[in-house]
């Protein structure tokens, strides 16, 4: 089963930019998907395919993906930007072909 | 833009089945790939189950396999996830999410408000 390792948080000061990572075994070989989840409400999805906003989402929201890590930068944060943040990957061999991460809870001092 | 509005909150006791819909608009459910993902308190998104977004046929994780069934009703543009022999660890929030179909575009572009079941005696 693939298994997709973030840190459990990450601290940022407002204006400062916040570097949110999503380990998995050549992930850089998938495409990876990033969701901000706020308290009570459902996932959003702010980057798509690695490196692709969605209508709507601030440029702030930037993505890479290479080698074993792919990383999800939010730049000139804010206090709005205080979330949960998942990335998510397709792969055909894990028991769940849609595969989450284990998220990363971003404060904002 | 599609919209997705759940059913309300259920309260099941252990052994028991629960149902929950998830109502489309702003597009028909051909269009769209249709998955459920659930969220236990405290802990992370988990996907359960939903439609191939190539081929339309139904999938699931191995885990739910035998217990938990995905269908859609094109008529009213209505998904359902039904789960049955319930138990403590199924309590959670339950979500309805939409999937683009076709190209390989395999993110979830818009969810449901979630639905909480919550399975107690």
New interface residues.
Partial sequence: SYVLSQPPSVSVAPGQTARLTCGGNNIGSKNVHWYQQKPGQAPVLVVSDDSDRPSGIPERFSGSNSGNTATLSISRVEVGDEADYYCQVWDSSSDHLFVFGTGTKVTVL | QVQLVQSGAEVKNPGASVQVSCKISGYTLTELSM?W?RQAPGK?????GGSDPEDGET?Y???FQGRLTVTEDTSTDTAFMELSSLRSEDTAVY?C?TMPRYG??????D????TLVTVSS
Wanted: hydrophobic fraction near 45%; avoid cysteine.
């Fill in positions: 998955h993902v992370g998104l988990e996907w359960i999938i994780a191995q885990r979500f999410a390989g575009k395999e993110y979830f572009d969810w449901g408000q979630g």
